[in-house]
């Protein structure tokens, strides 16, 4: 297996699920986590009052998957766990950028922004046909 975390590092999007109130998995793509703590916690930016949030503060169960398609290999990671919706100022100044003004026009204490900390618990990997099923610890 390649070194996962370096290949989640270099992939430029992400997929978030979710869980609607119906039980259905919902996907979304986002930019790469702002901070990642090995293959067990990962750091995003987003509205509070967007849909995800609402979501996973309903239902924390939540997985994240990273790709790259190259001209004759696919590989995957899909990462389980569960989300929460954080708040707190530390967090949020830990994972702020400069130019997050442009969606956050109250800037790092914008009541709109906030953080989405997800905690892996499994993983499948995926290269060239074969699959692997991994725990994180």
């Known amino acids: 297996?390649?070194?996962?975390?370096?290949?989640?590092?270099?992939?430029?999007?992400?997929?978030v699920c979710s869980v609607d109130d119906e039980g259905y998995p919902n996907i979304k793509a986002m930019l790469r986590p702002r901070k990642m703590v090995g293959l067990k916690e990962f750091y995003f930016s987003t509205n509070t009052s967007s849909m995800r949030v609402?979501?996973?503060?309903?239902?924390?169960?939540?997985?994240?998957?990273?790709?790259h398609k190259g001209l004759i290999k696919y590989v995957g990671v899909m990462l389980k766990g569960k989300m929460e919706v954080l708040t707190d100022q530390e967090t949020k100044n830990m994972i702020w950028r400069r130019g997050d003004t442009m969606f956050y026009k109250g800037g790092v204490t914008d009541p709109d922004y906030c953080?989405?900390?997800?905690?892996a618990k499994s993983g499948r990997y995926y290269c060239d046909l074969k699959t692997e099923n991994f725990e994180i610890k």
């Open 115 to 119: 953080v989405l900390k997800f905690t």
């Open 1 to 15: 297996m390649i070194d996962l975390e370096k290949f989640i590092h270099r992939q430029k999007v992400s997929f």
């Open 54 to 67: 609402a979501q996973y503060k309903k239902n924390p169960k939540a997985s994240i998957y990273f790709y």
